[in-house]
């Protein structure tokens, strides 16, 4: 059964939600295929006012030094090659570098660490790097789906059955027994025929 993952290196809540859903997958029998959603590009002032299928500044556009998010997601894409296992283990470690150890997203570092831990072909991955006009054209295909699925954040999950939602996971869960459980409980908010579409809490 596959389920698509939205995701965006620097968003917190996109690295607890993959955690989450890479736990519960092989109880459940996902199929987890990740792609990819720029923040920087969604929120960028130059695109206030714009239908998301047009934004005038585009990530893809951009110089590598430029956004934060730009070389990760390159990076992500030539994990990519590998296989949609090993582009799972380095998006967990790319991730887990970011957020819980704080590292430089993007930095070279950074990037061929997470490589070793995911325990990927780094000759291939800096081959499959270094050809970028292949993964920019790849990361803007990403985008323009994105687009027309109307993702407006990170991580937003397209299940089997078509529906689609952003969720906005504040905790870490790891442990299959806790995991699997909430994710069935924010799924069925899906399924439900109340047709539920947000739920927010009040913050004082």
Avoid at 77 to 101: N, S, V
Wanted: proline fraction near 6%.
């Amino acid at each position: 059964m596959q389920t698509l993952v939205y995701l965006d290196y620097l968003c917190p809540f996109a690295w607890r939600g993959l955690e989450l859903a890479a736990v519960v997958a092989p109880q459940l029998g996902l199929d987890l295929e990740l792609r990819h959603f720029s923040l920087e590009q969604g929120n960028h002032p130059a695109n206030a006012g714009l239908p998301r299928q047009a934004p005038a500044w585009k990530l893809v556009e951009q110089p590598l030094d430029g956004p934060k998010s730009l070389r990760a997601f390159l990076a992500s894409h030539a994990a990519r090659q590998q296989g949609k296992a090993a582009h799972l283990r380095f998006a967990l470690e790319l991730f887990r570098l970011r957020h819980q150890e704080r590292r430089m997203l993007g930095d070279d570092q950074t990037l061929v660490e997470a490589v070793g831990r995911a325990g990927l072909d780094l000759e291939r991955f800096l081959a499959d790097l270094e050809d970028e006009e292949e993964r920019r054209s790849e990361l803007a295909r990403d985008l323009e789906e994105a687009a027309e699925r109307a993702v407006f954040g990170t991580p937003t999950f397209v299940l089997p059955s078509g529906d689609a939602a952003y969720f906005r996971f504040t905790e870490l869960t790891t442990e299959p027994e806790l995991a699997v459980p909430l994710w069935e409980l924010f799924t069925a908010v899906l399924h439900n025929g109340a047709h539920v579409e947000t739920i927010k809490r009040p913050r004082p």
